[in-house]
């Protein structure tokens, strides 16, 4: 078995999030239909999409495992490989390497707690994933409490199916924007101060946050204002990688590799790591 | 297993039988004024200077570039864009007077690599004839990190220099096997037997007796990680890589595309810590964006994170990162260092 050979895959269906245009969410079907029904994954892993001629990008994937038959992936436009694949088109040939990584452990450590979901940013991706499997598997979880922020309601993601959040009664929903916008009626500042008003409670409690590193700093003391412990929270980290499976060195902080001993660590976990990321 | 010699006068005619069946490579001395691996037959003869080769054999598990993968680069054909693993090369090579140190670098690479398909294939094609030291040179130190001088991890046969013959000890199947099977080895005489045995007790005598290792693994972290020392040591390094390149236990690896007329490959080759580019992310934020930093973060990976994660330190000892770092960073002080702290 080479774990460095991808599973040939064809682009199904391109979406514009932002208005910017510059986060797509590509829908990708693998083409072998064996592949595609053995392909399970867990929320908050990723895969390598892999561009031939161009080389590979690591992209959390979006979609929950209970979303059969295709999988999502919410591409940011940065460099070389990025830029390449936002200039293709539906029918494309794509290859997608993985799962890899450890996922966030919704059938362990969070079963039966309550779930409070932080985002900033294009962050949200994974957790979209992980929100979507908590709501299919709704009686496993407890209360769940989703804060999600954009700098402008233009660079929100999903914006169709946070609507349908939103109308759900069994899950809090905040969405905001870190500045008033014309149209818009919903809440407004960064997503720490939102943090700090909702004041989330840690009883029993476990928050999957993901975001730019700055929104992660501010948004500790709200939460820790109010009792959460650093073993409560999970952190999805990012780095630079190449081989996706702990071997080629890039990853690494201190001594784990984010691509294969993570990029989920409680912050507890990364509390003790150097601040290599 | 049963033990071999053979006499120093017909080494040509070991080399020449040995080539028919590998493709053969020993150290030697190259036209380019340094001492490194080169192609051997029964004419070129290995060289057997005390020391070690310029640069380490892990271009032979680790070749550069190593073709991942090959595939069509023009959309208009069949199978375009898939990627397709590269027909074998089913060359089989043997290294004659393969250090100590260099032959358990391969078992230490192992271990990262278990699950990685090309180089596992390298090192079951690979036939590795070491030659046991009889003393050291002024900058290798394996003694100090888990191996000896008369070691023989790694190794398909090890073979001691006597005055007149090689003495040929079989360590694995493999080395069995061929050594049953060449000529001209006959076996040892009685003397010959002692002057082996002799050789080996007094490299034993200098043997260190420190489990670098563990001690090592013991040491906190953080503890390891914050200490002031990190500057001193990286303050006159230049990034070249020098290090990383000739170092047998340094691993990582770069991944990139690349397309000419039509024809696609996905290559790796090696790529150094050293580099800034190394940890860069697309959005220019580079967590090892100092120099402090980078330096460090080797000499933790390959004293401190590989043996926590691994058991034994990732560094063989063989000294070529103190000989040939032009700026005279020393592993070993950092290693005391380290071992006080």
């Given at each position: 078995?080479?774990?460095?050979?991808?599973?040939?895959?064809?682009?199904?269906?391109?979406?514009?999030?932002?208005?910017?245009?510059?986060?797509?969410?590509?829908?990708?079907?693998?083409?072998?239909?064996?592949?595609?029904?053995?392909?399970?994954?867990?929320?908050?892993?990723?895969?390598?999409?892999?561009?031939?001629?161009?080389?590979?990008?690591?992209?959390?994937?979006?979609?929950?495992?209970?979303?059969?038959?295709?999988?999502?992936?919410?591409?940011?436009?940065?460099?070389?490989?990025?830029?390449?694949?936002?200039?293709?088109?539906?029918?494309?040939?794509?290859?997608?390497?993985?799962?890899?990584?450890?996922?966030?452990?919704?059938?362990?450590?969070?079963?039966?707690?309550?779930?409070?979901?932080?985002?900033?940013?294009?962050?949200?991706?994974?957790?979209?994933?992980?929100?979507?499997?908590?709501?299919?598997?709704?009686?496993?979880?407890?209360?769940?409490?989703?804060?999600?922020?954009?700098?402008?309601?233009?660079?929100?993601?999903?914006?169709?199916?946070?609507?349908?959040?939103?109308?759900?009664?069994?899950?809090?929903?905040?969405?905001?924007?870190?500045?008033?916008?014309?149209?818009?009626?919903?809440?407004?500042?960064?997503?720490?101060?939102?943090?700090?008003?909702?004041?989330?409670?840690?009883?029993?409690?476990?928050?999957?946050?993901?975001?730019?590193?700055?929104?992660?700093?501010?948004?500790?003391?709200?939460?820790?204002?109010?009792?959460?412990?650093?073993?409560?929270?999970?952190?999805?980290?990012?780095?630079?990688?190449?081989?996706?499976?702990?071997?080629?060195?890039?990853?690494?902080?201190?001594?784990?590799?984010?691509?294969?001993?993570?990029?989920?660590?409680?912050?507890?976990?990364?509390?003790?790591?150097?601040?290599?990321? | 297993?049963?033990?071999?010699?053979?006499?120093?006068?017909?080494?040509?005619?070991?080399?020449?039988?040995?080539?028919?069946?590998?493709?053969?490579?020993?150290?030697?001395?190259?036209?380019?004024?340094?001492?490194?691996?080169?192609?051997?037959?029964?004419?070129?003869?290995?060289?057997?200077?005390?020391?070690?080769?310029?640069?380490?054999?892990?271009?032979?598990?680790?070749?550069?570039?190593?073709?991942?993968?090959?595939?069509?680069?023009?959309?208009?054909?069949?199978?375009?864009?898939?990627?397709?693993?590269?027909?074998?090369?089913?060359?089989?090579?043997?290294?004659?007077?393969?250090?100590?140190?260099?032959?358990?670098?391969?078992?230490?690479?192992?271990?990262?690599?278990?699950?990685?398909?090309?180089?596992?294939?390298?090192?079951?094609?690979?036939?590795?004839?070491?030659?046991?030291?009889?003393?050291?040179?002024?900058?290798?130190?394996?003694?100090?990190?888990?191996?000896?001088?008369?070691?023989?991890?790694?190794?398909?046969?090890?073979?001691?220099?006597?005055?007149?013959?090689?003495?040929?000890?079989?360590?694995?199947?493999?080395?069995?096997?061929?050594?049953?099977?060449?000529?001209?080895?006959?076996?040892?005489?009685?003397?010959?037997?002692?002057?082996?045995?002799?050789?080996?007790?007094?490299?034993?005598?200098?043997?260190?007796?420190?489990?670098?290792?563990?001690?090592?693994?013991?040491?906190?972290?953080?503890?390891?990680?914050?200490?002031?020392?990190?500057?001193?040591?990286?303050?006159?390094?230049?990034?070249?890589?020098?290090?990383t390149f000739l170092c047998p236990t340094c691993y990582?690896?770069?991944?990139?595309?690349?397309?000419?007329?039509?024809?696609?490959?996905?290559?790796?080759?090696?790529?150094?810590?050293?580099?800034?580019?190394?940890?860069?992310?697309?959005?220019?934020?580079?967590?090892r964006g100092d120099k402090l930093k980078r330096v460090?973060?080797?000499?933790?990976?390959?004293?401190?994170?590989?043996?926590?994660?691994?058991?034994?330190?990732?560094?063989?000892?063989?000294?070529?990162?103190?000989?040939?770092?032009?700026?005279?960073?020393?592993?070993?002080?950092?290693?005391?260092?380290?071992?006080?702290?």
């Amino acid at each position: 078995m080479n774990p460095y050979l991808p599973y040939q895959a064809v682009i199904d269906d391109i979406v514009v999030e932002t208005e910017d245009g510059n986060l797509k969410t590509f829908r990708i079907v693998l083409e072998n239909e064996r592949e595609r029904e053995k392909w399970n994954h867990t929320p908050g892993q990723f895969a390598m999409l892999s561009i031939a001629g161009k080389g590979e990008i690591p992209i959390g994937i979006a979609s929950s495992p209970t979303e059969k038959g295709h999988l999502l992936f919410t591409v940011n436009r940065a460099g070389v490989v990025t830029t390449a694949l936002h200039k293709m088109n539906v029918g494309d040939p794509i290859g997608v390497r993985g799962p890899l990584g450890n996922g966030f452990p919704v059938d362990s450590k969070l079963k039966g707690k309550n779930i409070v979901i932080i985002a900033g940013g294009f962050a949200f991706t994974t957790l979209r994933a992980t929100l979507i499997y908590m709501l299919e598997h709704r009686e496993d979880y407890g209360k769940i409490t989703v804060i999600y922020g954009a700098r402008t309601p233009g660079m929100l993601l999903y914006k169709e199916e946070l609507k349908e959040w939103e109308a759900r009664d069994d899950l809090d929903v905040y969405i905001t924007v870190d500045r008033e916008a014309p149209g818009w009626n919903g809440l407004v500042g960064f997503v720490p101060t939102i943090a700090g008003q909702v004041k989330p409670s840690p009883e029993n409690g476990a928050a999957l946050i993901c975001g730019p590193p700055i929104m992660i700093k501010f948004t500790m003391p709200p939460l820790e204002e109010v009792g959460w412990k650093d073993s409560q929270v999970y952190l999805s980290l990012e780095n630079r990688m190449k081989c996706g499976i702990g071997i080629c060195g890039h990853c690494n902080v201190g001594p784990v590799y984010v691509c294969n001993d993570g990029p989920v660590f409680t912050r507890e976990e990364v509390q003790r790591l150097p601040v290599e990321f | 297993m049963k033990p071999f010699v053979v006499e120093k006068a017909q080494l040509g005619d070991l080399i020449d039988a040995l080539s028919k069946e590998y493709e053969v490579f020993g150290p030697a001395q190259t036209d380019k004024g340094y001492y490194d691996w080169q192609r051997l037959d029964g004419d070129r003869l290995p060289e057997f200077n005390n020391g070690v080769t310029k640069s380490s054999i892990k271009t032979f598990f680790f070749p550069q570039p190593e073709v991942l993968f090959e595939f069509k680069a023009r959309a208009n054909e069949p199978d375009a864009f898939r990627l397709k693993e590269p027909q074998c090369d089913s060359a089989t090579t043997l290294l004659f007077g393969v250090r100590p140190c260099d032959a358990r670098s391969v078992t230490l690479n192992s271990m990262p690599y278990a699950n990685d398909p090309y180089f596992q294939k390298r090192v079951s094609d690979t036939v590795i004839i070491g030659l046991l030291c009889s003393e050291g040179c002024s900058t290798c130190f394996c003694k100090w990190i888990g191996g000896s001088p008369t070691g023989k991890e790694g190794m398909d046969v090890a073979a001691i220099e006597l005055d007149d013959v090689f003495f040929l000890e079989p360590i694995s199947e493999k080395g069995q096997q061929i050594l049953e099977n060449v000529a001209p080895v006959r076996s040892p005489l009685e003397k010959e037997h002692e002057a082996a045995e002799h050789f080996l007790e007094k490299a034993k005598a200098q043997e260190g007796t420190q489990d670098t290792a563990s001690t090592l693994r013991s040491k906190e972290l953080m503890h390891l990680y914050e200490a002031g020392f990190w500057k001193q040591v990286s303050e006159p390094c230049i990034n070249c890589g020098t290090c990383t390149f000739l170092c047998p236990t340094c691993y990582c690896f770069d991944i990139q595309d690349e397309t000419l007329r039509g024809k696609g490959r996905r290559i790796r080759y090696w790529d150094s810590c050293m580099f800034p580019l190394f940890t860069q992310h697309a959005s220019g934020h580079n967590p090892r964006g100092d120099k402090l930093k980078r330096v460090r973060n080797r000499f933790m990976h390959k004293l401190k994170y590989f043996p926590d994660r691994f058991g034994p330190v990732s560094c063989v000892g063989c000294g070529r990162c103190v000989r040939d770092c032009p700026v005279n960073i020393d592993i070993r002080q950092v290693l005391r260092t380290m071992l006080e702290l």
